[in-house]
C-alpha cells in the first residue's frame, strides 16, 4: 500500500483518517475525521490499520483513553488507574451493569470521561500504602450521583462497607427548614430533641416533636 499526502485511509477501530503530511516513513502526520485528533504515526501502522483515536469514546460508549502521560497498563497488565476508571464508567453506563446494581441515574463527570484526568487524580489521591481502597462518590456529599473529583475519595472495604450501612435521615423544623442527618444522637443534642420521641417522628410514628416533622420530599 502506497502511503499518499492528502489521501484518506481506515483504521480498524477508529473509523477514516487523513494524511496530512510525510516527513519520513516513521513521522506521519494524520487527522481522524470523526474527531479531527491529529497524532504522528508511521508507514506501517497504516497499513496495519493500528493507528489509535485517543480522543474517540472506546469505553462503555462515552471514556476515551487521551492524550496525555498516563498509561493504561504496566508491563503488559492493565494498571490500578485504568481498572478503577474503567468499572467506574461501567457502573453508570454498562446497561449489564445498572440493570443489576441499580446505578441508572448515576454518571461521571465529563471531565472525567477522559482517562488522563481521572489518572491523574487518582495518583495524586489514592493512598500509597498497598492496601485496597474502592472509590466512593457519596460519602463527603450525601445522596451525590455523579462521579467527580470533588465529590469522591477513596475508602478501604471496610469503611465502604460501614458507609453503605450507614442510615440516613430528614426532618423540617419548627421554621419549615429542611435537615439532612446520620448521627441521630448527635442531631437530637444540637437541636435541644428527644432521641427517642425524635425518632418516631423520622421514621414516620409520630407526627411531630417540639414542631419537627418528617421530611417526606
Not at 496530512?20 to 490499520?49: A, Q
Not at 483515536?53 to 508491563?75: C, L, M, Q
Not at 477513596?154 to 435521615?169: G, W
Not at 419549615?176 to 448527635?186: D, L, P, Y
Amino acid at each position: 500500500m502506497d502511503i499518499i499526502q492528502g489521501k484518506s485511509y481506515k483504521s480498524l477501530r477508529y473509523g477514516s483518517f487523513v494524511v496530512l503530511n510525510i516527513v519520513s516513513s516513521k513521522s506521519v502526520d494524520i487527522r481522524f475525521n470523526d474527531t479531527g485528533y491529529e497524532t504522528k504515526v508511521r508507514f506501517d501502522s497504516i497499513r496495519k490499520g493500528s493507528v489509535k483515536d485517543k480522543i474517540a469514546p472506546s469505553v462503555h460508549g462515552v471514556g476515551f483513553i487521551g492524550d496525555g502521560e498516563y498509561t493504561t497498563s504496566n508491563n503488559g497488565k492493565n494498571n490500578e488507574a485504568y481498572l478503577s476508571w474503567q468499572r467506574m464508567l461501567g457502573r453508570c453506563y454498562d446497561k449489564n451493569y445498572i440493570h443489576s446494581h441499580l446505578y441508572t441515574d448515576c454518571t461521571v463527570c465529563l471531565e472525567w470521561h477522559n482517562f488522563q484526568n481521572f489518572a491523574k487524580w487518582f495518583y495524586e489521591n489514592h493512598p500509597n500504602d498497598g492496601g485496597k481502597y474502592h472509590l466512593d462518590k457519596d460519602v463527603k456529599l450525601k445522596g451525590n450521583r455523579e462521579y467527580s473529583p470533588d465529590a469522591c475519595l477513596f475508602l478501604t472495604a471496610d469503611e465502604n462497607i460501614a458507609a453503605a450501612h450507614q442510615k440516613s435521615f430528614s426532618a423540617v423544623s419548627p421554621e419549615s427548614k429542611v435537615f439532612h442527618f446520620t448521627n441521630m444522637a448527635k442531631f437530637c443534642r444540637e437541636h435541644g430533641l428527644n432521641k427517642a420521641n425524635f425518632h418516631k417522628v423520622v421514621t414516620g410514628k409520630n407526627k411531630s416533636c417540639k414542631g419537627w416533622t418528617a421530611y417526606d420530599g
